[in-house]
C-alpha cells in the first residue's frame, strides 16, 4: 500500500490561487488516475491517464489540468481553486483492468 | 452511460446483526464489480471482486445480472466493520475506468 503517495496531505489555500497536488507510486503502474470525494456524490473521477504522456478527461475535469511525463508521477493542478473545488483528492493506480490502488488522500480547503 | 447506485446512505446495525449493503448498477455489456471499503479518514482498500469470489472479514457478494445487483453481506457484523463502503464498477468499455456509486457509511453498534 505505501507504493501509492500523495502530497501534501492537507492544504488550505485561497480562491483564485494555483494549487498542484502531488501523487507518486513506485509500481511502474500503467494507469493512474485522480477521484475527488464529495458527500452525497461520492468518488467522482477527476482526469486518468493509460500511460505516461497519455491523459484523458473523467466526469468532472473543469477547471483542473494534469500531466503524465513520468510514469510514475501524476500531477493534479487547480489553475485557479474555488470553493467549490473544497474536497478530498484520490489519487490511485492500476495495471490494466484490474485492482486499482489508492493514495491516502489529499485533503484541500479553498477559501 | 454505466451507473452504480446505492440506495442507503447510512445504515446502522447492532454487533451479531446481520447487515446486506446494496448495490444496482447499469452496464450494457458484462460488468467488473467492486466493492471498496474506507476507514476512517484512511485511502480506499479493495474488499472484494465478483470475479474472485472469495469472502473477505467475513463479507460475501454475488453478482446478480438478472437484478443487475451486486449486495454485500456479512451474517454477523462486528465493531470494526464500522466504515464508508462503495461499490464500483468497471468493464470492457471503460477503459480500466472504476465508477463508484455514493457510498453507504456503515455503523455497527455495540
Known amino acids: 500500500d505505501a507504493g501509492i503517495t500523495q502530497s501534501p496531505r492537507y492544504k488550505i489555500t485561497e480562491t483564485g490561487r494555483q494549487v498542484t497536488l502531488m501523487c507518486h507510486q513506485t509500481?511502474?503502474?500503467?494507469?493512474m488516475f485522480w477521484y475527488r470525494q464529495d458527500l452525497g456524490h461520492g468518488l467522482r473521477l477527476i482526469y486518468y491517464s493509460a500511460a505516461a504522456d497519455i491523459t484523458d478527461k473523467g466526469e468532472v475535469p473543469d477547471g483542473y489540468v494534469v500531466s503524465r511525463s513520468k510514469t510514475e508521477n501524476f500531477p493534479l493542478t487547480l489553475e485557479s481553486a474555488t470553493r467549490s473545488q473544497t474536497s478530498v483528492y484520490f489519487c490511485?493506480?492500476?495495471?490494466?483492468?484490474?485492482?486499482?490502488?489508492f493514495g491516502e488522500g489529499s485533503w484541500l480547503t479553498v477559501v | 452511460a454505466q451507473r452504480v447506485t446505492q440506495p442507503e446512505k447510512l445504515l446502522s446495525v447492532f454487533k451479531g446483526a446481520p447487515v446486506e449493503l446494496k448495490c444496482n448498477y447499469s452496464y450494457s455489456g458484462s460488468p467488473e464489480l467492486f466493492w471498496y471499503v474506507q476507514y476512517s479518514r484512511q485511502r480506499l482498500q479493495l474488499l472484494l471482486r465478483h470475479i474472485s469470489r472469495e469472502s473477505i472479514k467475513g463479507f460475501t457478494a454475488d453478482l446478480n445480472k438478472g437484478e443487475t445487483s451486486f449486495h454485500l453481506k456479512k451474517p454477523f457484523a462486528q465493531e470494526e466493520d464500522s466504515a464508508m463502503y462503495y461499490c464500483a464498477l468497471t468493464g470492457e468499455t471503460s477503459g480500466s475506468r472504476l465508477t463508484f456509486g455514493e457510498g453507504t457509511q456503515l455503523t455497527v453498534n455495540p
Open positions: 490511485a493506480s492500476s495495471v490494466s483492468g484490474n485492482t486499482i490502488y
Open positions: 509500481w511502474s503502474h500503467s494507469y
